[in-house]
């Protein structure tokens, strides 16, 4: 059997289900938009008839096998662990393979470790979530570094042992942060964008009074307004609703719209509720409330806000003009154009966010593209981001090595390497291309790895120690090109007899060389590290 390492694939997630026996995470009441100052005075609303109940952040937990670790692994383990991933290596063995378990889980080549995440409030299909990994208390295991996680299974916090359903998994390398703290714990470390969630899930409404005129009343305004598969009435008083595709990315937004539904919709009255909250949006405090019933209301609120895209208030234009996109109005997208544009505003970002999620995919790109070159890193960061998403040719894209994307963005005049430490791990080289100076030496912190360029030759040497075997040493070359010297670092190594291919090193240590090669004039270029994941799922349900 191969280390985990050596096949990692990106995992596809599924979405959570929000609901079923004896595995669902609690459900809070949505604290989104209120049915308070900025429409408890116009009318009842959904959320004035019905609690809205979405799924808190549910804390997973699983204990697995990392492999890979030459030597750092442990042969402890706690029996009822062993037992347990004993059944688990034996399931996931082909037909036929042949595999003494024991040893496998004894070798000093694996380690049994804890595995913790959190998966993310309302989740849905093809998300994925950061997970923390741990070698067990009480083991011998020295260092996580290099090793992959096998396929594990997460089950909800403290449910360990208990017959459950199985809300998510994980799977992938591990990540021990060498570029934030080089002297990080190696037996503590994360892998990057490995749960997935496995099931499906819904928004509920619990109707107060449970009766079929009322259930069938909010289900048909909620599919008038969002799509006549948006709600389900399963029963008297309980309703199922589902993300539409447009909110898929302003989840919490599509749960607030809802909220401040109104369960009327009489033309006077409707005119009535838009002048109202107009005028509240221009000169109240509550500028999202407003502008997030209006959006709810539809499209009949257009000529009303397009006066407020000349005020005088930078937040009101805002407010404004995002509302109007949402609803169609492509007359606010210079207004959030100019917002975004401008480096003495505080709201670029917003109006970006406004562009991005809701625009013409051709109007978001071209916008982004601009903010590509931005002296604000995090507005290029942000840029980058929506350019990613949007699948934009301005973003390049390979795999390498099975385990991380180099994404390369030519479009950017700042050079500038971008390495992420939480969600799908990529490397991003902005200004492409990126050159590395022809006189270089630049060696690892162990000394396990150096890149070298000697004045005159174009080309690079990188040399890489085998980890158990100091005097074996793997060779390659690579031009001085900095997007040919990561494939020639990570790419996976030739087969026996084979042509091609690269050294095999890790993510992690590739991000500590780029720090370094930026830091020694190796390379030309700012280097930047995005943050690391937060997970503390530490209160036991």
């Known amino acids: 059997m191969n280390a985990i390492a050596q096949k990692k694939v990106l995992l596809t997630a599924a ?38 109940l979405v799924p808190e952040p549910l804390p997973v937990e699983g204990y697995g096998l990392v492999g890979g670790l030459n030597g750092t692994g442990s042969a402890e ?117 490995g749960g997935k969630v496995l099931n499906d899930y819904v928004v509920v409404l619990a109707l107060r009074e449970e009766n079929f005129k009322l259930t069938n009343t909010v289900r048909n305004l909620l599919n008038g307004r969002f799509g006549e598969t948006t709600a389900k009435a399963v029963s008297p008083g309980r309703i199922e609703v589902s993300i539409p595709a447009q909110y898929k990315h302003r989840r919490q937004r599509f749960v607030a719209m809802v909220k401040v539904t109104f369960m009327t919709q009489e033309p006077q009255k409707t005119a009535e509720r838009i002048k109202t909250l107009v005028q509240r949006l221009a000169g109240t405090e509550n500028k999202y409330e407003s502008e997030v019933a209006l959006e709810a209301i539809g499209n009949q609120c257009l ?15 805002l407010h404004a003009a995002r509302c109007m996109l949402s609803l169609g109005g492509d007359e606010a997208l210079g207004t959030l154009g100019r917002i975004a544009m401008d480096t003495g505003s505080a709201r670029r970002l917003e109006a970006l966010e406004a562009v991005a999620g809701t625009a013409k995919r051709n109007d978001a790109a071209t916008l982004a593209r601009k903010l590509l070159n931005d002296d604000d890193i995090q507005v290029r960061l942000a840029a980058y981001e929506h350019l990613r998403q949007l699948e934009d040719v301005a973003v390049a894209q390979e795999f ?36 590395c100076h022809d006189s270089i030496f630049v060696e690892s912190p162990g000394g396990d790895i150096t890149i070298n360029a000697v004045a005159g030759r174009n080309q690079a040497t990188i040399i890489r120690k085998h980890p158990k075997r100091p005097d074996v040493v793997a060779q390659a070359q690579s031009s001085l090109d900095l997007a040919d010297v990561i494939r020639t670092l990570c790419q996976e190594p030739p087969k026996e007899g084979g042509k ?33 994941p937060k997970i503390t799922p530490n209160i036991k349900k």
Do not use: W
């Open 15 to 52: 979405l959570l289900i929000a609901c079923f026996a004896g595995g669902c995470p609690e459900r809070r009441r949505s604290d989104g938009t209120s049915s308070g100052p900025a429409t408890g005075d116009l009318g009842s609303t959904i959320g004035s008839v019905a609690t809205i």
């Open 77 to 193: 383990c706690p029996p009822a662990i062993r037992a347990y991933l004993a059944r688990q290596v034996r399931q996931q063995l082909p037909a036929g393979a042949s595999l003494n378990v024991e040893e496998f889980i004894s070798s000093l080549d694996t380690a049994a470790v804890l595995v913790e995440g959190i998966i993310p409030e309302m989740p849905q299909k093809n998300e994925y979530f950061d997970l923390k990994v741990t070698a067990l208390a009480g083991t011998q295991t020295t260092s996580l570094d290099g090793g992959g996680l096998f396929p594990t299974e997460l089950k909800m916090l403290g449910r360990f042992g208990v017959e459950t359903r199985i809300p998510a998994d994980a799977i992938g390398p591990i990540f021990i942060d060498k570029v934030g703290d080089p002297n990080a714990d190696r037996r503590t470390g994360f892998v990057l964008a």
């Open 303 to 317: 000529g009303n806000l397009r006066i407020l895209l000349d005020s005088s208030d930078e937040r009101v234009r």
């Open 400 to 435: 390498i090595g099975r385990t991380f994307y180099l994404e390369r963005v030519a479009q950017s005049s700042h050079k500038l390497i971008y390495v992420s430490r939480s969600g799908q791990p990529r490397i991003v080289l902005f200004g492409e291309p990126i050159s």
């Open 500 to 532: 091609g291919g690269g050294l095999g090193v890790s993510y992690a240590a590739a991000a500590v060389l780029l720090k370094q090669m930026c830091e020694k004039g190796a390379v030309e270029a700012e280097f930047h590290a995005g943050p690391l």
